[in-house]
T-cell receptor
Framework: SAVISQKPSRDICQRGTSLTIQCQVD?????MFWYRQQPGQSLTLIAT?????????ESGFVIDKFPISRPNLTFSTLTVSNMSPEDSSIYLC???????????????FGEGSRLTVL | AQSVSQHNHHVILSEAASLELGCNYS??????LFWYVQYPGQHLQLLLK??????LVKGIKGFEAEFIKSKFSFNLRKPSVQWSDTAEYFC???????????FGGGTRVLVKP
């Protein structure tokens, strides 16, 4: 099974600042996904990060607010820009599990980055 | 767009009771179905999954789920819960050809010892 590590695991941020979250996967993956889990809510997909191309954002999320980098097949970053208290959430990175060279459709998740914006 | 709905937001039950969590999805094509679990303070873990074949799938820790295509449902069951099953449970779906998971709202389960 893949191991996904994120950092920071948690942070307290001031309003108006930006924070970059890093996600490292221990195997090469084509796609990586960034989710947000707001307090008491389910997971909402922010964007799909593809290596070598721009990220694909879901409705309600824009690149200016959540810029994403994907420099190689094992790493991605998500930046939360110009933060406000409404951005206080857990941000999770995920990647597909592969088996036998094929895609199982299953996702592994990192432990998440808990951001609190004051 | 596909969506997933979970019927119960909170469930409280005693140890040894049976558990059933409802999940319905809206998507007319072929889908993969998942149940994930998030124990307190831990990250999301896969409980079980359905891709094809036998609609009754068994997962870890004694959980099982039944896919009923005609009802667009994928309900999770456990005959006898333990205190350690206290967690939040998420139903999720993706299209057969892709990986983007759509999650339900989650159900918080509290098992009283």
């Amino acid at each position: 099974s893949a191991v996904i590590s994120q950092k920071p695991s948690r942070d307290i941020c001031q309003r108006g600042t930006s924070l970059t979250i890093q996600c490292q996967v221990d195997s090469q993956v084509t796609m990586m996904f960034w989710y947000r889990q707001q307090p008491g809510q389910s997971l909402t997909l922010i964007a799909t990060a593809n290596q070598g191309s721009e990220a694909t954002y879901e409705s309600g999320f824009v690149i200016d607010k959540f810029p994403i980098s994907r420099p190689n097949l094992t790493f991605s970053t998500l930046t939360v820009s110009n933060m406000s208290p409404e951005d206080s959430s857990i941000y999770l990175c995920s990647a597909p599990r592969a088996s036998g060279g094929g895609n199982t459709g299953e996702l592994f998740f990192g432990e998440g980055s808990r951001l609190t914006v004051l | 767009a596909q969506s997933v709905s979970q019927h119960n937001h909170h469930v409280i039950l005693s140890e040894a009771a049976s558990l059933e969590l409802g999940c319905n999805y809206s998507y007319g094509g072929t889908v993969n179905l998942f149940w994930y679990v998030q124990y307190p303070g831990q990250h999301l873990q896969l409980l079980l999954k359905y891709f094809s074949g036998d609609p009754l799938v068994k997962g870890i820790k004694g959980f099982e789920a039944e896919f009923i295509k005609s009802k667009f449902s994928f309900n999770l069951r456990k005959p006898s819960v333990q205190w350690s099953d206290t967690a939040e449970y998420f139903c999720a779906v993706n299209k057969a050809a892709g990986n983007k998971l759509t999650f339900g709202g989650g159900t918080r389960v509290l098992v009283k010892p």
